[in-house]
């Protein structure tokens, strides 16, 4: 499939969780970045609970929801609704529902924002929802196996790798993976540079249509290359100090762009681990791009480069590789282990 120019089908491990939470739960949200597959993952729900799909991200159907929420709010249950975001008068109307009716089962909604930038999604729903955040392919997924690096990294159980570790592959298949990166649409390009492409391209619509639809941004010119300069420290203990100097800004206006990009997941922030209070609240947390090959096109990163056996290119090789979370399927509870790991995976 990699490389193919062709998209097959690849089973996410997440499906299987939103379907069992409906079960329990009156509202499940996905959230996840830009063309993760949150999409796919909603159209294949509602195909087979036999129930439609609400694309907000259709200016039609955003105008129509928009006139009359409680209509669309009342649709047979569950009511699926792809990047609700567009239009936060539905929470209300979502609400005013679950007052009257609170089994579970009763909405299932994605959205490209994460939740805590969608102040209505607290406000309206808060003790009623749970979330899920999807992000780009696994290994595991992308090779059509069930796998889980982290464990194998920590603890050194064979049987959990996947890919080219599997195998004993030379370091050059690492690095292949790691500029393919994880989302969907840049697995199934054919070559690098066409991955490249879309990558910037991809870059260029999250900055210009989400983050200006969350902010007005006084120095929006300044954006990309705060995003730049978090790419060149991704993996690394996160200063927004230095964040700000690079990029031209005042930290207080740095630390609200890094929530932004926080916000559209081009890049998180992982809490600091220890296995003290005291040490977990005094360390700095680190900060990722979200996906390898975003963060390979960001710092103009090519295989060829990565490839040299020169100290400054296996610098940047190791904080590429220190991404888990695309690896790890997109699955949340996992940031204590990938702490753990971050030196194991060093060594690939």
Known sequence: MVGSGVMAYVERRLATGVSSLLADEPVVVVQGPRTVGKSVLLAQLAGRLGVALLDLDDPASAEAVAADPALF?????????????????LLGAIKAELNRDLRPGRFVLAGSTRSDAVP??????????????????????????????????????PAGVVGPARVGAPRED????????????????????????WFGDYVVTVLERDVAGLAQLRQREQLPRLLRHLASRTGQLLNVTAAAEAAGLDRGTAAGYLALLEA???????PAWGTTLRRRTSTAPKVHVVDSGLAAQLLGLSAARLARVDPAAMSELGHLLADLRRRRGGQTGELRRGHRANGALAQL
Do not use: K, M, N, W
């Not at 609704?81 to 008068?89: I, L, M, S, T």
């Not at 392919?137 to 889980?148: C, H, M, N, T, W």
């Not at 690492?174 to 492409?197: H, M, N």
């Open 174 to 197: 690492y690095i292949a993976r790691a500029v393919r990166g994880g989302f969907p649409i840049a697995v199934a390009r054919r070559s690098e540079a066409a991955r490249q492409r």
């Open 264 to 270: 559209v997941f081009l890049v998180r922030v992982l």
């Open 120 to 157: 209505e999604l607290s406000a309206h729903l808060a003790g009623r929802v749970h979330l899920f955040s999807l992000f780009p392919f696994s290994e595991g997924e992308i090779d059509g196996v069930s796998e889980d690096l982290v464990e194998t990294l920590v603890f050194g159980d």
């Open 73 to 89: 709010a009342r649709g047979p249950a569950p009511v699926v609704v792809d990047e609700y975001q567009r239009v936060p008068e």
